[in-house]
């Protein structure tokens, strides 16, 4: 059993190493979702590039991205909200225009 940081336990499910528990019944969750038909194109760890004014300050990876019709969802499985996560939260926002759905 491998913890984290956090104290959250590594769990691997369909041979994808997730970082917590909770993150690996999340990504079931979705997958039922997706098999039911009520999401599609479910994809993990989507990257996001973080350039202000032409300079890249680094990057943001969330855990989830799908489409529910024509909306996409970003989503990130949260435990602890760091410093360092919300920062990049509100770049996501005023670069992308994309709100961060948390679980």
Do not use: H
Request: proline share 1%; aromatic share 12%; net charge positive.
């Amino acid at each position: 059993m491998i913890r984290t940081k956090y104290g959250a336990v590594k769990t691997t499910i369909d041979g994808i190493t997730f970082d917590s528990k909770k993150e690996a019944a999340r990504y079931q969750q979705l997958k039922l979702l997706e098999r039911a038909g009520e999401i599609d194109r479910l994809e993990l760890q989507p990257k996001y590039d973080l350039v202000v004014n032409g300079v890249n300050i680094g990057f943001y990876r969330a855990d989830f991205r799908y489409w529910q019709g024509i909306k996409q969802i970003v989503e990130d499985v949260k435990g602890v909200r760091t410093s360092v996560y919300q920062i990049k939260k509100r770049l996501i926002a005023a670069i992308y225009g994309i709100e961060i759905f948390e679980t």
